[in-house]
């Protein structure tokens, strides 16, 4: 875990875990939303699962072919360096859970991202100068009245899932398909597909349910393929917990979850910075201040 946190600077504000204060512990992972309803931060490898295989070139009979190397539907974790990992299957132990808004500007080619929080029940600062990356709060009544442009735009909008933790990967190869080591790392994993949010929440229920926090269980995970009208197909996780196997926590452990907790920090930081910069562009500076008012009161 040093790599990534060597980027960072430190706090003397260490935040404990405590398994024996299960309440606060599962709102500062940011699992209480489950429960209820069954400057730039570092890099850290982020982990997806890759719905397209990856294809090199391979002797055949002394002559060089295109084929496939690693297969559709594999994990890929990609480190800070940029070089990719692959595995079918994974398994994570989860320190921090927040939620967030991300669009995909398809015309500049960049993503547009809102705030990590705790859940999706307010308005939340996003990197364009906006809140909720367009999206109005809450439930659209009249979505059938919406021009279909309107419509189109929301749609682009996606509800995330963010999970930090540590991940370790079954039997990984690189992208050449040559068998690496499988050290455990450090990852983020944003969920944004919509029967993938629904399905990497349920371990989080039944952890819940027990009284029991992510950090002390390692979530196993697979992929199951799903076929798409077109005749394409797309992959989504599949996750179990054994919740017979406890994690009894380390020293080490306390470092790990305030070093997740301050690098949150710092990327809702970073988003707030550009949400500021944005609004001087486009309105004066009390308006913007009236702005955060109206918007911390209704916080409160």
């Known amino acids: ?24 512990m599962a709102q500062a992972m940011g699992i209480g939303a489950d429960m209820s309803s069954s400057s730039k931060a570092s890099t850290l490898p982020r982990l997806r699962i890759w719905n397209s295989s990856v294809m090199g070139q391979v002797e055949v009979k002394g002559k060089m072919k295109n084929m496939e190397i690693i297969p559709a539907g594999m994990y890929r974790l990609q480190k800070a360096d940029d070089s990719f990992v692959y ?30 929080a705790e859940d999706l029940n307010g ?9 909720n990356c367009g999206k109005p709060a809450g439930y659209i009544n009249n979505w059938g009245d919406l021009p279909k442009d309107r ?12 999970l930090l933790g540590e991940v370790k990967l079954i039997n990984p190869v690189d992208r050449e398909g040559n068998e690496v080591s499988s050290d455990i790392s450090p ?19 039944t952890m819940g349910k027990q009284k029991r926090l992510p950090v002390q269980h390692w979530i196993k995970c697979g992929a199951e393929e799903r076929s ?29 979850f305030a070093d997740f907790l301050e690098w949150i920090g710092n990327y809702n930081q970073y988003i707030v910075n550009s949400y500021n910069e944005k609004v001087v562009e486009t309105v004066s500076q009390e308006d913007a201040d009236l702005v955060d008012q109206y918007i911390d009161i209704e916080g409160e």
Do not use: C, H
Not at 3 to 19: C, G, P, V
Not at 97 to 104: E, G, I, P, S, T
Not at 151 to 162: E, P
């Open 187 to 205: 990852f983020i994993w944003e969920i944004d597909n919509k029967e993938a949010f629904k399905a990497m929440g349920a371990p989080f229920n």
């Open 123 to 131: 308005d939340l600062k996003d990197n364009t100068g906006k809140f």
């Open 87 to 116: 595995a079918e299957s994974i398994e994570i132990r989860v320190f921090v859970q927040r939620f967030m808004y991300k669009r995909y500007n398809a015309e500049e080619k960049t993503y547009e991202k809102t705030v990590m």
């Open 151 to 162: 419509q189109d735009f929301l749609k682009q909008i996606k509800r995330v899932r963010v």
């Open 1 to 24: 875990m040093s790599k990534w946190r060597s980027e960072m600077t430190t706090t003397t504000d260490i935040a404990t875990l405590n398994t024996a204060n299960f309440a606060e």
């Open 228 to 256: 798409l009208a077109t005749g394409a197909s797309f992959f989504l996780p599949t996750q179990t917990v054994d919740l017979n196997n406890n994690i009894e926590l380390q020293e080490a452990d306390q470092k790990t």
